[in-house]
Each structure stands twice: as structure tokens, then as C-alpha cells.
T-cell receptor, first 118, second 113 residues
Framework: GAVVSQHPSWVICKSGTSVKIECRSLDFQATTMFWYRQFPKQSLMLMATSNEGSKATYEQGVEKDKFLINHASLTLSTLTVTSAHPEDSSFYICSASMARGLAKNIQYFGAGTRLSVL | AQSVTQLGSHVSVSEGALVLLRCNYS??????LFWYVQYPNQGLQLLLKYTSAATLVKGINGFEAEFKKSETSFHLTKPSAHMSDAAEYFCAVSPGGYNKLIFGAGTRLAVHP
């Protein structure tokens, strides 16, 4: 149980284009989803927290107009990197947690999306 | 402020040897603590968690960790390393158990024959 699917696993795009990454909780309702960014050989940096049906809360230094997050349902959140540039190239990982039950507040992670901007 | 310090960015052990990965935390409220493992180009998999119950926590793949409040530590151990344990390990703290995770810098475990 508690499976999180992230798609695509790898995307290459041209500079200036937008890229959408999907994060789905397959077997549970995710009241909260998180988006992280990971640079090579570094730890995960939280970008934003999103609750279903409300606006995402962004961490300090993260451009909300650059990284659009939508959490339209209890099983789907999307991250759109708008007007991507080479410096946006990174590994993006989502996680999801549920509000109740034994697994309350435990984060379950997707497999990540590697974004390469040319 | 809450933080996590993982001592040793790289740890190398022989197959069959004890694995010890160190984690110290700082939290102004009772913390929840986690260990995650990450294999190359993959997301994070939960190994084990401490959520204010038993201080010795057993996880998957033979790993365990002990919460020591006096030392503000949550070190990860495994009695006998296996080649498949080679990966990146992250310790994380959730202050008060309120969802948000703060990660340590990670420790890369290498296991050699």
C-alpha cells in the first residue's frame, strides 16, 4: 500500500518551454502533497506543500510563478515548470501523505522526475 | 530551528560487517524521526520511523535505529551489511510530527566484497 506514482521519469525540453510533472497517489487519498528538488549528490530541498483544493505554500526563495503547483484532487498534484531554463535542470521528487489512519503524516515518495533543459 | 546532521557523507563497509550511519537532530518540540533510502535515479523509500513510541525502532531490510533523547541522536544500524544495501541514506526530522520533513545531507553507503 501507499504507492505514489510520478510521471514522467525523465524529460528533456528546450529552453523556454513549459514542462508538467504529475504525482499520483495510487491507493490512498493524499490530503497533502509535497514537491522537492534535489541537486546531484545533495539532499532534498522542499519547494512547496500543497493541500487538496487550496493554494500551495511555497518555501522561501522558490518562485511561485515559475513553479506552478496544482492539487485539484485527493490523488493528483502537478508541478509545472514554466519557461524552463538550463538552471532548472534537476531531479524533482514528489511525496504524499494522508491526514488520518496509522500512516498519518508519513510521507510516501514518488520515483522522481529528471528534468534536463537544453 | 530544526535541523538534521548526518556525520559522514560517505561510509564504506565490508559485506557482512556492521553498518552504522549517524544522525543527530535539533528540534524545539518532540520530533518524529525517519530514515529513508534512495537508490540511484529513484525516489525515497521509508526504512523506519520513530513517532514517540518505542525508542528502538525496527525497519525493513534488517535495519533498526534507536532514539536517544539525551544525545539527540537517531543512528541507523544493521548487524550485517549486504551488497544490496549500497545506496544513499537520508535522516529526516518532522518537528512535532507535523508533516513537514527536514532532511539531512545524506550518507552514501558503499559495501565492498
Amino acid at each position: 500500500g501507499a504507492v505514489v506514482s510520478q510521471h514522467p521519469s525523465w524529460v528533456i525540453c528546450k529552453s523556454g518551454t513549459s514542462v508538467k510533472i504529475e504525482c499520483r497517489s495510487l491507493d490512498f487519498q493524499a490530503t497533502t502533497m509535497f514537491w522537492y528538488r534535489q541537486f546531484p549528490k545533495q539532499s532534498l530541498m522542499l519547494m512547496a506543500t500543497s493541500n487538496e483544493g487550496s493554494k500551495a505554500t511555497y518555501e522561501q526563495g522558490v518562485e511561485k510563478d515559475k513553479f506552478l503547483i496544482n492539487h485539484a484532487s485527493l490523488t493528483l498534484s502537478t508541478l509545472t515548470v514554466t519557461s524552463a531554463h538550463p538552471e532548472d535542470s534537476s531531479f524533482y521528487i514528489c511525496s504524499a501523505s494522508m491526514a488520518r489512519g496509522l500512516a498519518k503524516n508519513i510521507q510516501y515518495f514518488g520515483a522522481g522526475t529528471r528534468l534536463s533543459v537544453l | 530551528a530544526q535541523s538534521v546532521t548526518q556525520l559522514g557523507s560517505h561510509v564504506s563497509v565490508s559485506e557482512g560487517a556492521l553498518v552504522l550511519l549517524r544522525c543527530n537532530y535539533s528540534s524545539s518540540v518532540p520530533p518524529y524521526l525517519f530514515w529513508y533510502v534512495q537508490y540511484p535515479n529513484q525516489g525515497l523509500q521509508l526504512l523506519l520511523k520513530y513517532t514517540s513510541a518505542a525508542t528502538l525502532v525496527k525497519g525493513i531490510n534488517g535495519f533498526e535505529a534507536e532514539f536517544k533523547k539525551s544525545e539527540t541522536s537517531f543512528h541507523l544500524t544493521k548487524p550485517s551489511a549486504h551488497m544490496s544495501d549500497a545506496a544513499e541514506y537520508f535522516c529526516a526530522v518532522s518537528p512535532g510530527g507535523y508533516n513537514k520533513l527536514i532532511f539531512g545531507a545524506g550518507t552514501r553507503l558503499a559495501v565492498h566484497p
